[in-house]
T-cell receptor, first 113, second 111 residues
Framework: GAGVSQSPSNKVTEKGKDVELRCDPISGHTALYWYRQSLGQGLEFLIYFQGNSAPDKSGLPSDRFSAERTGGSVSTLTIQRTQQEDSAVYLC???????????FGPGTRLTVL | KQEVTQIPAALSVPEGENLVLNCSFTDSAIYNLQWFRQDPGKGLTSLLLIQSSQREQTSGRLNASLDKSSGRSTLYIAASQPGDSATYLCAVDTSYGKLTFGQGTILTVHP
């Protein structure tokens, strides 16, 4: 029952490798968000999915970042050719609809060596 | 571009004190404002959501107010406890749930 879940909880990768981060939102929530939390930048919005609409990708920092949401539920955030500046905690949130209360997962801590 | 500022950056108080955390934002065209707490190494826990049409919300010992026209919100914590120690984050929604966060207030409540 749960809340939002994310996997893995920790990921260590080498510079240049691709990584995939997974988010399972709360059942029935139509809106899903990805955020990034880093020491220098604080918490920043990355991408937003609402139902079957095209995602809002306005927060993605570069074209190395992409995300998809399958069947209106699970979402995967992919980072290609990782760089050291990608090291951060990646947080996923879901809500019943846009502008409703957002519930966050525990995050994935990504370290790029 | 929306900017959110939280004051103070850190606060240390003895147990039992009532305290106020402040949040200000530059663009008053918001849909709602949400307060969160974050414990070290954890995700965010939602505390209170105030819609733009509301002036305040209460949950237990927490009370949050919103003055949209002046771009301010306060989070009031009554009778603070050591378990309240955490980072408190304010976030405003200016577009379809895309939250803009402040840098947070680190609260320490000592016994």
């Amino acid at each position: 029952g749960a809340g939002v879940s994310q996997s893995p909880s920790n990921k260590v990768t080498e510079k240049g490798k691709d990584v995939e981060l997974r988010c399972d939102p709360i059942s029935g929530h139509t809106a899903l968000y990805w955020y990034r939390q880093s020491l220098g930048q604080g918490l920043e919005f990355l991408i937003y999915f609402q139902g079957n609409s095209a995602p809002d990708k306005s927060g993605l920092p570069s074209d190395r970042f992409s995300a998809e949401r399958t069947g209106g539920s699970v979402s995967t955030l992919t980072i290609q050719r990782t760089q050291q500046e990608d090291s951060a905690v990646y947080l996923c949130a879901s809500s019943q609809g846009a502008e409703d209360e957002q519930f966050f997962g525990p995050g994935t801590r990504l370290t790029v060596l | 571009k929306q900017e959110v500022t939280q004051i103070p950056a850190a606060l240390s108080v003895p147990e039992g004190e009532n305290l106020v955390l402040n949040c200000s934002f530059t663009d008053s065209a918001i849909y709602n404002l949400q307060w969160f707490r974050q414990d070290p190494g954890k995700g965010l826990t939602s505390l209170l959501l105030i819609q733009s049409s509301q002036r305040e919300q209460t949950s237990g010992r927490l009370n949050a107010s919103l003055d949209k026209s002046s771009g301010r919100s306060t989070l009031y914590i009554a009778a603070s406890q050591p378990g309240d120690s955490a980072t408190y984050l304010c976030a405003v929604d200016t577009s379809y749930g895309k939250l803009t966060f402040g840098q947070g207030t680190i609260l320490t409540v000592h016994p």
